[in-house]
């Protein structure tokens, strides 16, 4: 019979652990939250998983290609267990919530699974690890009905950056999307909440503040009874510290003028809105359960470029949905060509199971999917290169996030519109001075790069 562990036991002093988080920010926020936990209880972090003690892998479930990264991370966990260069294995994440028993059936390495909203019990997995054998190999909770706290972080960002996740779960149901079933219901943060965990991280030295949910832009509304982003965001723009105030993930509902106009008078929340709007035929949006007409969301634009200065818009768009006709797939081929999104990413269609759009008929090969993927970021390519080209000569300030190995004056940094990780990056060099990670910089662009800038460091580092 395994020994049941005394609640005041002893912390695991001097016992290591490695963590790999994939998938989305928002698995970082977890990853960062076991992460600030497991230190609390006596874990040392260590970059490698060989010779760890402990490793944790948090996973992706959203599409195929996650899946795959996912299962081929744990299974590489695994042969270094059996070679004895690893100690325990707690997978964690969305793919955990998704296929337990799956994933213990495929990988008996696995010590624990644990799911989605029991990761703030993460020690308590740990903890099993000393049981020969463990009394349960899972440990999984029912989504609570506010979210999970986020404080007390062991940050996997740079230091000048921090995500913060201001809700969790969607209520919405997109046909091709399987999120719903594995975060829940939408939960948002009350304000207070979020603004608490801003004020630790400015503290803690952050410059740029990314907002982020499955949908940021229905924040408060299952609080509230009505969206509340705007009062949220002049909130958090009292935050002292903060500099940068990023949107990432903008339902295209519930946009209203009060939002606008915080986004347009605040400076510290940047004109850079990331709208996910997936498709543009209204035939296609009906079959994806989107809740949006073609219609709504030509206005949509028209009126956040009219209401912004200086607004820079990043959308996302899926490729091969089923049943997309040659017909649907030119009309969203115009659509990006008329609207010249600054910036703009395509993904292939995923088949989702257990979503409605599985069920669907005229479900497209992969070598269709991968053409049309190609050929609209054929189009977007194009014009982001001549918007790049016409960069040539302005002046810009740009946020430095690191230096450039063997490169004495030479660093990368990110203007306002281009978000941490997926958009593009600008080279500098020629300053006088050491610019550290984390300084912001007045540069003078000398050259475009395919999608990155180059620029001239032209004033002093602040």
């Not at 008996?108 to 463990?134: K, S, W, Y």
Request: with cysteine; glycine share 6%.
């Amino acid at each position: 019979m395994a020994k049941r562990r005394n609640k005041n036991r002893k912390r695991p002093q001097g016992k290591t652990c490695a963590l790999i988080s994939l998938g989305c920010p928002k698995n970082l926020v977890d990853s960062e939250r076991m992460l600030g936990l497991l230190r609390l209880d006596g874990y040392r972090l260590v970059r490698d998983p060989p010779g760890a003690d402990l490793v944790v892998v948090n996973t992706c479930g959203f599409i195929d290609a996650a899946r795959a990264e996912s299962m081929d991370t744990i299974r590489e966990m695994a042969r270094l267990k059996r070679a004895g260069h690893l100690g325990g294995i707690i997978v964690t994440g969305c793919l955990a919530e998704r296929e337990r028993d799956a994933l213990l059936e495929a990988c008996p390495e696995i010590d624990q699974i644990v799911g989605v909203f029991a990761r703030d019990e993460i020690t308590t997995a740990a903890a099993r690890l000393e049981m020969h054998p463990p009394e349960e190999r899972t440990l999984f909770r029912d989504a609570p009905i506010r979210p999970l706290a986020d404080t007390g972080r062991r940050r996997l960002t740079p230091k000048h950056v921090a995500y913060v996740k201001i809700a969790e779960g969607c209520d919405r149901l997109c046909s091709f999307c399987s999120i719903p079933t594995m975060r829940g219901k939408y939960a948002s943060k009350p304000i207070d909440q979020v603004v608490e965990e801003a004020e630790e991280l400015a503290a803690d030295g952050v410059r740029e503040l990314v907002l982020i949910a499955q949908d940021t832009s229905y924040y408060g509304r299952d609080v509230y009874g009505e969206p509340r982003l705007a009062e949220l965001l002049a909130r958090l723009g009292e935050v002292e510290r903060l500099e940068w105030i990023r949107l990432m993930y903008l339902y295209p509902k519930h946009l209203g003028d009060d939002l606008l106009d915080v986004i347009n008078s605040c400076p510290k929340i940047l004109p850079y809105l990331d709208l996910p709007l997936q498709h543009i035929s209204d035939e296609v949006l009906r079959r994806m359960r989107r809740q949006v007409t073609r219609d709504e969301t030509e206005r949509l634009l028209d009126r956040l470029r009219e209401r912004i200065t200086g607004l820079v818009l990043r959308t996302t768009l899926i490729a091969g949905f089923p049943g997309e006709t040659e017909r649907q797939f030119e009309e969203l081929v115009e659509f990006v060509r008329r609207r010249r999104f600054e910036r703009l990413g395509v993904f292939p269609y995923s088949l989702e199971p257990g979503t409605a759009s599985a069920e669907l008929d005229g479900h497209l090969s992969e070598e269709i999917k991968r053409q049309r993927c190609e050929q609209l970021m054929l189009s977007q390519r194009e014009i982001a290169f001549e918007r790049n080209q016409s960069q040539v000569g302005r002046q810009c300030e740009v946020l430095i996030d690191r230096d450039i190995p063997g490169e004495e004056n030479a660093c990368v940094g990110r203007t306002y519109a281009d978000a941490p990780e997926v958009d593009a990056v600008v080279y500098v060099t020629g300053q006088d001075e050491k610019i550290l990670p984390g300084q912001f910089v007045q540069c003078e662009i000398v050259a475009s790069q395919e999608y990155d800038l180059i620029g001239v460091a032209v004033g002093p580092p602040r």
